[in-house]
């Protein structure tokens, strides 16, 4: 899964040499199983954490070896990333290596303090994830308040100068919605918004209602493609996640080199 950028020319960009070398620039690393909400599509069937999670010093090794095979930036994800005590240390500990850090998160009980903490500590940008309307973000995230606090981590975001995104989820419902929450993220000061498709894994196995269904497809990429065009009036680009097919009619619209 590839994550929203944070700058305008990303440190990840592969160059010739990358991708002959088969160099990791850009890492996504699930530091921890453990998660405060209870998404019905999850992926990773997140909420307690694994019996052996790396401890500290096994995961700061980690990142001395991915510095070492030439890796530019570390997005840690979850579960939830926080959740984990030695958060910090970690983000610090990728900046210490030269590397950028992001973090992806449902923002659910991510303190002011806390983002504040993360940025001193050399995270540059944060994604929040935010799947619909409040209703259906938060039955989706299976915790009442999860929308609300999704739009308080944004807005503390650019309180403490800290560049943030939003993720979103397309599942069977939120297709009516997008327009609509599109104004919500681009009012709440986000300057990516990245959209992928759920897909039958993890806890959306045994939630099959959230799921498209492939004609939907025919209706969803029109109305990506008209997206698109009013969010970069807005000064907001709208990015497909990988599993948004490629070489489709809208790909150098979303994809191209004048995407943004």
């Known amino acids: 899964m590839d994550e929203a950028s944070f700058d ?20 996504v690393w699930e530091i921890t199983l453990a998660c405060n909400l209870k998404c019905v599509h999850c992926g990773s069937r997140a909420g307690h954490r694994r019996a052996r999670e790396l401890s500290t010093n096994e995961c700061i090794d980690v990142v001395r070896q ?20 030695d958060w910090l240390t970690l ?7 030269g590397m950028d850090c992001t973090m992806q998160t449902g923002g659910y009980k991510l303190s002011h303090d806390m983002i504040k903490s993360a940025a001193d500590a050399g995270l540059l940008g944060l994604g929040v994830s935010i799947d619909g309307l409040e209703p259906l973000h938060d039955r989706l995230r299976g915790v009442p308040g999860s929308y609300l606090e999704a739009l308080r981590v944004i807005n503390d975001c650019r309180r403490v100068g800290l560049s943030a995104s939003v993720n979103t989820q397309i599942t069977s419902k939120i297709m009516p ?37 492939p004609y939907e497809l025919a209706i969803l990429f029109p109305l990506l493609a008209e997206l698109h065009l009013a969010a970069r009036e807005r000064g907001l680009l709208l990015l497909p996640g990988n599993n948004v097919g490629y070489f ?9 080199p004048d995407r943004g």
Request: aromatic share 6%; hydrophobic share 40%.
């Open 177 to 213: 919605q997008l327009p609509e929450l599109m104004d919500v993220i681009s009012e709440a000061g986000a300057k990516y918004w990245q959209i992928q498709l759920t897909v039958a894994m993890g806890n959306a196995v045994d939630n099959a209602d959230v799921l498209l269904q």
């Open 66 to 85: 991915l510095s070492e095979l030439g890796t530019r930036e570390i997005s840690i994800i979850g579960g939830e990333a926080f959740v984990r005590k």
């Open 8 to 27: 305008d020319g990303p440190r990840r960009r592969l160059s010739l040499r990358d991708q002959i070398d088969c160099v990791p620039v850009y890492v």
């Open 248 to 256: 489709g009619p809208y790909e150098a619209l979303w994809r191209g």
């Open 91 to 97: 983000v610090r500990a990728i900046r210490d290596h």
